[in-house]
C-alpha cells in the first residue's frame, strides 16, 4: 500500500470505529497496530511494542495526572463543593438568574481544585439542582448553566487536559496554566452575561431570591476558606517556584485530605473510594496516550504530517484561514469525541503544522496560542448537541428534564463561546500577557 492509502485507511477505520463506539484507546490501538503492519511488517511492530510501553509510562512527568485526578477526587468526597455554592449563592442569588450564575461560579471555583470536567459537572449539578428545582428555574437554564460550568473545569487550572497538551507539545505546564487564566476568566464572565440575557428575554424560567445580608455573605465566604488555602497552596506555589507541578498536585492532595479530615468529611471508605476512582480514570487515560501514541507513531511513518507541514509552509494561503480550518475540524469532532482523545489524537498531527505558520509571534506564544484555542473549541464540543458528554451526565443526573430542553438550555452557553473564541482568535494576547507578566 502507498502512504497515502494507509493514512486513508488509518482515518477512515479510526471513525468508523467511533461511529460504532468502540472505546477509543482500542480504536485507536487496531487502527495504529495496522497501520504500523502494513508499512514495516510484523517484527517492527512487536520490536517497538517491547519498550514503548515503558518509555511512555515510566516518566516523572505523567505523575501530575494521577495525582492532581486523586486531588480532585478526595475534593469531590469533602463538602467543598456545598461552601462554594452557598458562597457564590450569598453573592448572586438576589439576581434573577442569580442560583444559575452562582453555579457557573461555584464550578469555576471547583474546577480550579479538581480538573476534570466531568467531575465538575456532576458534583456541582448535584448540589445546585435541588436548590434550582425549588426555586422554580426551568429544567432548560438549571441543566443548560451545570453543563456549560462543568466545562470549566478543562481550562481553569490545574486541568489535566491542559497538563497532557503541555506534556505532548514539550511546553511548560506552569506557563500553560497561567496562559489558560485569563480565556478561563471570560468563559466564566461569558457565561454569566449569558445567563443575563437568557432570563431577560424569558423571565418566566428564573427567579430572584431573597438578597442576603453583608455579614452573612461575608460569613458564606469565609466558609470557603479551605478552597481558598488549596487553590493558593498548590497554584501559588506552583507559580511562584517552590515546587515543581507534580510536588504541587502532591501537595494539593495532602491539603484537600486534611481539609477532609479537619471537617470531618471524609471517611475511610470515601479515601478508598478516590483512591480506586483515580486509579480507574489513570488507567483509562494512560490506555488513551498508549493508543494515541500507537496511532500518531503509525500516522507519522506514512510521512503525511510532514509533508502536509511542508506544503502549508510554502502554499500561498493565510495562516488565519488555516487556524479556521483547523477550528472547524475541532467543532466538528467534538461532537462525536471525549475532550482528551481528541487532543491526544489531533495535537502530535496538527501541532507541527500549525507552528511552521507565520503568525508574527514567538514559537512560545503560538504554541500557548493554540493550545488554549484547541482546548477551548473541545471545552464547546462537551455541550455540543447532539452528543455533548456534559449533557449526558446532566441528563443522568436530571432524567426527569427532557433532552429537547437540555439542548436548549446550552445554546446560549453555546453563542458565549463563539464570541470567546472570535475575541482568542482575533487577540492573541489574552493567551500569553499574562505569562509575559509573571514568568518573563
Not at 517497538?48 to 478526595?74: E, H, N, R
Not at 489535566?160 to 506557563?175: D, F, G, P, R, S
Not at 488555602?229 to 517556584?241: E, K, M, N, P, T
Not at 490506555?287 to 503525511?304: E, K, M, Q, S
Amino acid at each position: 500500500m502507498t502512504p497515502l492509502a494507509v493514512f486513508a485507511f488509518m482515518v477512515t477505520a479510526l471513525l468508523a470505529l467511533i461511529v460504532l463506539r468502540a472505546p477509543i484507546a482500542l480504536a485507536m490501538g487496531l487502527v495504529g497496530a495496522a497501520g504500523y503492519i502494513a508499512q514495516t511488517g510484523w517484527p517492527p511492530l512487536s520490536a517497538y511494542l517491547k519498550t514503548a510501553m515503558v518509555d511512555k509510562f515510566v516518566s516523572y512527568d505523567l505523575a501530575v495526572v494521577p495525582l492532581f485526578i486523586l486531588m480532585g477526587q478526595i475534593a469531590m468526597r469533602t463538602g467543598m463543593s456545598r461552601a462554594i455554592f452557598a458562597a457564590s449563592n450569598a453573592w448572586l442569588g438576589h439576581h434573577r438568574g442569580g442560583l444559575a450564575m452562582a453555579a457557573v461560579a461555584g464550578c469555576a471555583a471547583f474546577g480550579s481544585i479538581c480538573g476534570s470536567s466531568i467531575a465538575t459537572a456532576s458534583t456541582m449539578a448535584q448540589v445546585a439542582l435541588p436548590e434550582m428545582r425549588r426555586h422554580g428555574y426551568s429544567g432548560a437554564l438549571s441543566a443548560g448553566s451545570l453543563a456549560a460550568g462543568g466545562t470549566l473545569g478543562i481550562l481553569i487550572p490545574p486541568s489535566v487536559v491542559l497538563i497532557i497538551y503541555a506534556l505532548l507539545t514539550e511546553q511548560n505546564i506552569v506557563k500553560l496554566f497561567l496562559a489558560a487564566t485569563i480565556p478561563g476568566l471570560m468563559a466564566v464572565i461569558g457565561f454569566v452575561l449569558a445567563i443575563a440575557v437568557y432570563v431577560r428575554i424569558f423571565p418566566q424560567e428564573a427567579a430572584a431570591s431573597e438578597r442576603i445580608p453583608v455579614k452573612a455573605r461575608i460569613g458564606a465566604l469565609a466558609g470557603i476558606w479551605h478552597v481558598v488555602a488549596v487553590f493558593v497552596g498548590v497554584l501559588g506555589g506552583i507559580y511562584a517556584g517552590f515546587f515543581t507541578p507534580s510536588q504541587g498536585a502532591a501537595v494539593g492532595v495532602v491539603m484537600v485530605a486534611a481539609v477532609g479530615l479537619i471537617l470531618r468529611s471524609l471517611t475511610a471508605k470515601g479515601l478508598l473510594d478516590s483512591i480506586v476512582e483515580t486509579a480507574t480514570a489513570s488507567a483509562m487515560i494512560f490506555a488513551i496516550i498508549f493508543g494515541a501514541d500507537l496511532f500518531n507513531v503509525a500516522l507519522a511513518l506514512t510521512r503525511i504530517p510532514t509533508l502536509a507541514a511542508g506544503w502549508l509552509q510554502s502554499a500561498d494561503i493565510a495562516p488565519m484561514l488555516i487556524l479556521l480550518v483547523l477550528i472547524g475540524f475541532y467543532l466538528v469532532m467534538g461532537c462525536i469525541m471525549d475532550s482528551l482523545s481528541m487532543i491526544l489524537l489531533t495535537v502530535p498531527v496538527f501541532f507541527p503544522a500549525f507552528m511552521v505558520l507565520d503568525f508574527g509571534m514567538t514559537e512560545l506564544h503560538q504554541a500557548m496560542w493554540f493550545g488554549i484555542i484547541s482546548l477551548i473549541v473541545v471545552e464547546l464540543g462537551m455541550i455540543t448537541p447532539p452528543v455533548g458528554l456534559n449533557l449526558f451526565i446532566i441528563s443522568a443526573l436530571a432524567p426527569e428534564i427532557k433532552t429537547r430542553h437540555i439542548f436548549r438550555g446550552v445554546v446560549p452557553f453555546i453563542a458565549a463561546e463563539f464570541i470567546r473564541i472570535a475575541l482568542v482568535v482575533m487577540i492573541p494576547a489574552t493567551t500569553y500577557w499574562l505569562v509575559d507578566l509573571v514568568m518573563p
